[in-house]
Each structure stands twice: as structure tokens, then as C-alpha cells.
């Protein structure tokens, strides 16, 4: 069994793209958008289809072993 946390890595990041403003780092490892529990790419795509209704996102990664929140007001 593989000791990775659950979540979802980032690897790369593309300047000024809105993973960007919205926060995320390479390296951080998604683990909830709006307290939708992330394991794989397929459980990001369906958060982020569920975002449209939405006026704000929180992001929750592991950045360096700590748990940050990413808080972003969509427009």
C-alpha cells in the first residue's frame, strides 16, 4: 500500500491561470474544494463543475505537511 495522503497533487501551476489566482502551488496536494472530498483528477472535475453555481471557492491542500485554505470569490 502506497503511504501517499489522499488528495490530489499539483504539478504545475501556469502563471496567471485562475488555478494560480486561485492559490494553488506546485507541490500542494488538493484534499477538499467546497468540503467536496478530493481523490482523484475525476472527483476535481465534478467540484469544479459544481463551482459554476457558485459565488466563492475553498480550496483545502496540504502545503509543506499544513493544512491551508484557499478562499477565492469567483466572478
Do not use: C, M, Q, W
Request: aromatic share 6%; proline share 7%; hydrophobic share 30%.
Amino acid at each position: 500500500p502506497s503511504k501517499n495522503p489522499p488528495g490530489l497533487k499539483v504539478t504545475y501551476v501556469k502563471p496567471n491561470s485562475l488555478i494560480y489566482r486561485l492559490g494553488l502551488r506546485r507541490g500542494d496536494i488538493i484534499t477538499n474544494i467546497n468540503d467536496i472530498s478530493i481523490r482523484t483528477p475525476e472527483d476535481s472535475f465534478s467540484a469544479f463543475e459544481r463551482l459554476k453555481n457558485s459565488d466563492s471557492v475553498t480550496i483545502t491542500v496540504l502545503r509543506n505537511g499544513s493544512k491551508v485554505e484557499l478562499r477565492y470569490e469567483l466572478e
